[in-house]
């Protein structure tokens, strides 16, 4: 399966609008946690999987393609990490994410 590219038809979006070919790709089975675990820093294949826990080695291949070919992560002489523009995207997943926990409360 090809990566969800913005101007083309993606889950939720017949034209393609780049909010819902990111979230098409992030939607997928551990591509957030994927980038989560890669902004603790660069590690190996191996490592990711640990820091990953339950993710099959199929699934943390797919993905990895998946996030490279969007250019979220790259390869580096220590494994895996962050692109710039996978950095900036953690940076707004972060804020997403303290909106989270707020978002929360309303359920406890």
Known sequence: MAIPTPGKPVRGSRTGQPIMALFDLLGRS?????????SRGACTFRELQERCESVSPTTLNKRLRELTEARIIERTIDGYSLTRSGDELFTHLSAIGGWAKRWSRHFK
């Open 30 to 38: 551990w591509a957030m946690g994927i980038i989560w675990n890669l």
